[in-house]
Every structure is written in C-alpha cells, then in structure tokens.
C-alpha cells in the first residue's frame, strides 16, 4: 500500500508517453491502440485496495497528458493554455469518474462499455453542439500521421478511430485482467481461441480493412497557386501597410507559373489577409480593388483571400447580442456592426462570395453563450472576448468548401461542405502564434483526416506555412517550408461523389450517445433499487 502512489505515478507517465507520441511524432497512431492500458489499470488497483481521493490522480493524469500535447497554446495566450488544459482535463476526469461510479453499480464489461460510449458521446457534444470546445484531443485525431491505418474513416469518421481505440484498449485489458484473475486457466480452447481472436480483431482489424479500401474517382483538374506571405502575426498591422502587404502578395503570384491558354487557376491567400472589409461595400475594400486590377491581367483566375469583415447595420435596436454600437444619429437610430473572420471568392468580373466562419475560437473570436456572457461584458464595461455569434449557416463559394483556421478540426463541419456542393476543400489559416512549435504541424495533420472523410483534394494556404496540397487519401502531395516566403503551384481535382460518411454523417458519434444514454439509465435505475451489484 506504501508503494501505491510510485506504482500510480509510474502508470499515470506510462499513459502520458504513449498518449501523447501520437500527436508528437509522426507514424506513432499506433500507439494510442495500447496507450489506455496504464489507467485502466491504475483504477483497477485504486478499486482492489479502496484507495481514496484517487480523482486527484486521474485527474492528473489527464492534465498531464493535455499539457504534454497541447502546452503550445501557451504562445498565444498564457491564460488560455492554462484554462484549456486544466478544463479539458476536469471534461475527461468527470466522464472516467462517471465510470467508476457506474462500475459500483454494475457489475462485468458493463460499465468499460459505458466508459467507451460516454468517452465517444462526449467528444460528439464537443465536435457538434458545445460552444466552448476544444476537441484537439480527440482519440481519432492519434491516426493523423498515421494516415495509411485508417481510410476507413471515409465511412466511419473520426470518432471511428476513437471507437477503435477504446475497443483495442478494452481487448487487450479484458485478457489482462483474465490472466491476473487465474481464469484463461479454466477456459477450454474455444475460448481462449475466440478471446485471443476478438483480441486480434479489434487491433488489427482496422488495420487490414484500411489496407483493402481502395479510393478512385477522376475528376476535373484545377490549378491552385497558394501564396504563402510569411507576415508575423504580431507585427503584421506594424511593420507594414495594408498597401505593402497587398503588394508583397502580388509580388510572389506574379513569380507562379500561369498557364499560357484560358486554364482555369485558383489562387489562394491566408486567414484574415485583409482587415476592415465591409460586407455592404466590399468592392470599395482596396485590397479587393489591387486583386481586381491582378485578376484583369490573368482572367482566368480567381482568388480567394481571408479577410476580417464587418456588418453595419442602422436600426433603433441592436441586431443581435454580439453587435457593437457606434452611437446614435439624428433620427434616433443607432449605427451597428458586427465582426466576422471571413473569406472572399472574387473573379475578374468583379463577381464575389462571402463566408462568414462559424467554428470560433473561444474568448478570441466567439462569446459563448451570449446571453449569459454578454450582460456580463456590459456590467463591467469592458471587452471580456471576441463578439461573434458564431453557429452561422454553412455555405460554399461556387463550388469550393473554405474551412477558416480553427474549422478544419471539426469532422462534420467540414463534410458538410460537401453535402452543399463542395468539390474541393480549400483551407485557410495563420498558425504563427504558436512559433515554431508541435502546434501548426498538427493543425496541418487535421486537414489529412478531413481529406479522407470527405474524398476531396485540400488545398491549404498557410500565412507562415504549412501550405499544402492533399489528395484524397490524406497523403500530402505537396507543402512549403514553416517561416519562408513561398509560393506552391499544383494540381488538385474537383470531385462530385460522396462519400459513406459524408452521406450518413457520424453514425458512430449518434449510436454511441443512444448507448451512453440506456447505459446510464440502467446504472441509475440500479442505484436506486434497495440492494447493490457485486463488484466485479
């Protein structure tokens, strides 16, 4: 018992290591197949000797984890990190803490499948329906280096290779537990033979079904020419104009290659590339008239640029909560505006589309909740977070599915696209405010995934990289160095088919929320009747 706390010490590094090489080092997905292991055998001694208060260690443990993969956020914000690590973490710890409760009530694999489905459910409420999310820990997102192990998400998704990981994780930990118990002894063949098969199906399984899938569909092929200024984010409004970035952009496109017959190009430039573009005069936005003047000289491109815009509005009464007031005018009405961080697509007929983003960063970009934050903000008269209200209809631009930044992380979100008509998924994002840390590499692995979830060609504009062209197998075609000046020519393809999650959505999310709900309710209904389950 003295040894106790070195033995969970040991375990609770144990999952740390192997928890956290997936997101650290490439080709390491694999790891995550046995990387639950430690805590599951860390509650399993907590419960043989009744040790007490043992939320604190796992909840350390998860802490530990999420600071280990994500401590890089702290290069934005430092309040941030702290808060997103030790909340995510409190998420983790409550749903592994409803486990052991439900483990008191119920007895055999019961209650480890309750902790697989209330696992799953919550990381569906994350990716779905939560405002305040941040689901960068996702057990899915372990195979995002590791993309040949899992093509199957094209039907599953991600929270498929969460599945697939709490099932390994389980297996492996039943025989485990069979073998410590003494009871693989008085099994007879067949039984050994189907728990060491079922063992074997559920860690390799996936990986033999990705193997057979295959991927071919011929589409039409476009041009991407993808700017990679290379603006510090820090200094950006600075050290240089909006004129002198405009020019510095142009300067690299006129660098590409184009095409000497009427090919179609798209050209991308990153997140937020212009500020101040009112929706209501954006032809009146000088970036916007430079890039008209660019596209008359190359009239068979398009471009498409980030861009922070803003809506006004004149009314007596605010729009919505998260409207800024520029004060009154004469008639009594007010001058209103909102922020947005947003995309243009604009062709050399002075043709445009907007989209406005709508998977926001917390405290940044969105107030979550408005009506409960909002009044707040104004009691104390100040700017708690950024005034979004994020949530906003999902649109392409002709064709073309634009994931913001922070978007591309989101499963659904992004499948959705396709279901409106999207053949190609472009991204565009600014990953310096984290420096040169695991934090953009990772973001950039997150566009694999969607890749495969949605059969289509990402292209990817990074301002200081990465940008990259991938294929609809995840595997990245083509990329610019981090921190350089560049410009990326390629060809992707538009694409038209759907794929199996696309069309179906996140069955795995949906069923695994049902099972987490009947599980429950039994583990409640069991609570309450006179008498209680023996322990397993």
């Known amino acids: ?24 080092v490439p080709h390491m997905g694999w790891t995550a197949l046995a990387g639950l292991l430690p805590l599951l055998v860390m509650e399993r001694l907590a419960a043989e000797y009744k040790c007490r208060h043992f939320f604190w260690w796992h909840y350390g443990t998860f802490v530990l984890w999420n600071a280990v993969t994500t401590w890089w956020v702290g290069g934005a914000t430092v309040g941030g990190a702290v808060f997103a690590i030790l909340a995510n973490a409190l ?56 993309t040949g192990l899992v093509q199957w998400y094209s039907v599953l998704g991600t929270l498929g290779g969460s599945l697939w990981v709490w099932a390994s994780n389980l297996s ?11 009871r693989v002894a008085g099994w007879n063949g067949k039984a050994r033979a189907a728990a060491l098969a079922g063992a074997v199906a559920a860690v390799f399984g996936p990986m033999v079904w990705s193997a057979c899938l295959s991927f071919e569909e011929e589409g039409t092929p476009l041009r991407v020419v993808i700017g990679q200024p290379n603006l510090d984010p820090y200094e950006k409004f600075e050290s240089l104009t909006q004129e002198e970035q405009d020019l510095r952009f142009l300067a690299q496109l006129e660098k590409a290659h184009w095409p000497s017959d ?26 916007y008239q430079r890039f008209q003047a660019f596209l008359r000289q190359h009239p068979s491109a398009r471009i498409l640029f980030g861009a922070s815009s803003y809506d006004r509005t004149l009314s007596y009464a605010a729009p919505n909560l998260c409207s800024y007031d520029l ?19 604009m ?30 903000e104004n009691l104390l008269g100040g700017s708690l977070m950024g005034k979004d209200v994020g949530q906003k209809e999902i649109s392409c631009l002709d064709g073309i599915g634009t994931a ?58 990074g301002n200081t990289g990465i940008s990259a062209i991938i294929d609809p197998r995840g595997k990245v075609v083509e990329r610019t160095p981090w921190w350089q000046d560049a410009v990326l020519e390629g060809t992707v393809e538009l694409l038209s088919g759907e794929s199996f999650f696309v069309r179906y959505g996140d069955m795995v999310g949906r069923c695994s929320v049902f099972l987490f709900l009947l599980l429950l309710a039994g583990a409640i209904s069991s609570a309450v009747r006179p008498g209680k389950a023996k322990r397993s």
């Open 1 to 24: 018992m003295r040894r106790m706390p070195l033995i969970f010490a040991a375990l609770a590094l144990s999952f740390t290591l192997l928890m956290s090489l997936p997101w650290l």
């Open 262 to 287: 009427s090919s179609e190009v798209l050209v991308l430039a990153p997140e937020t590339f212009t500020p101040q573009l009112f929706t209501d005069d954006i032809r009146g936005n000088l970036t």
């Open 327 to 345: 004060g009154a005018r004469p008639d009594g009405r007010h001058l209103w505006y909102t922020a947005h961080n947003s995309a243009v697509l």
């Open 404 to 461: 913001i930044c922070y978007e591309s992380v989101y499963p659904e979100h992004c499948a959705g696209y396709v279901r409106k008509g999207a053949k190609l998924l472009a991204v565009i994002t600014n990953d310096a405010w984290w420096g040169d840390t695991p934090g953009y590499r990772q973001h950039l692995s997150y566009s694999r995934l969607r890749a495969i979830e949605t059969r289509r060609w990402v292209a990817r504009c």
């Open 172 to 182: 492996l930990f039943g025989i485990m537990v069979a073998l410590s118990d003494g």
């Open 91 to 146: 998420q983790m710890s409550v749903v592994f803490g409803s486990f052991r409760w439900v483990r008191r009530k119920v007895s055999g694999v019961l209650p480890y499948i309750y902790l697989a489905a209330a696992w799953l459910a919550w990381e569906r409420f994350y990716l779905t329906s939560a405002q305040i999310s941040w689901p960068w820990l996702v057990l899915g997102n372990a195979f995002a280096e590791s």
């Open 347 to 376: 062709d050399t007929s002075a043709r445009y589309s907007i989209y406005h983003k709508s998977k926001l960063v917390v405290g940044v970009e969105l107030t979550p909740y408005p009506r409960v934050f909002m009044p707040l």
